[in-house]
């Protein structure tokens, strides 16, 4: 099992900056890949960002690779995602999640987050 809980969300203006942080617990997290999904009301959980094990790797969403970053310290056994120019489109609950394999599908992912809310007012 690997817990993990996001932190950082909140109400920032369009424009603005925020990091998010994923802390992970359980198994060792240097072996899972990790990814960030968000999902605003009424839609599906989408696909923003991965990153390999290592951290030697990552992978975006189209629209989020140019102002959204990925990164993780295993030293730490956590991940962050640090999103800048933040739009109101971006406004959705962001849930960090495990995997085995990375990727950009949901159901390559182990373990999940209880998400953390991230509101971005114009």
């Known amino acids: 099992q690997v817990q993990l809980v996001e932190s950082g969300g909140g109400l920032v203006q369009a424009g603005g900056s925020l990091r998010l942080s994923c802390a992970a617990s359980?198994?060792?997290?240097?072996?899972?890949?990790m990814g960030w999904f968000r999902q605003a009301p009424g839609t599906e959980r989408e696909f923003v960002a991965a990153?390999?094990?290592?951290?030697?790797?990552?992978d975006y969403a189209g629209s989020m690779k140019d102002r959204f970053t990925i990164s993780r310290d295993n030293a730490k056994n956590a991940v962050y995602l640090q999103m800048n120019s933040l739009k109101p489109e971006d406004t959705a609950v962001y849930y960090c999640?495990?995997?085995?394999?990375?990727?950009?599908?949901?159901?390559?992912?182990?373990?999940w987050g209880q998400g953390t809310q991230v509101t971005v007012s114009s």
């Open positions: 359980g198994r060792t997290f240097s072996n899972y890949a």
């Open positions: 999640a495990a995997a085995w394999v990375w990727g950009r599908k949901r159901g390559m992912y182990d373990y």
């Open positions: 990153i390999t094990s290592s951290g030697a790797t990552t």
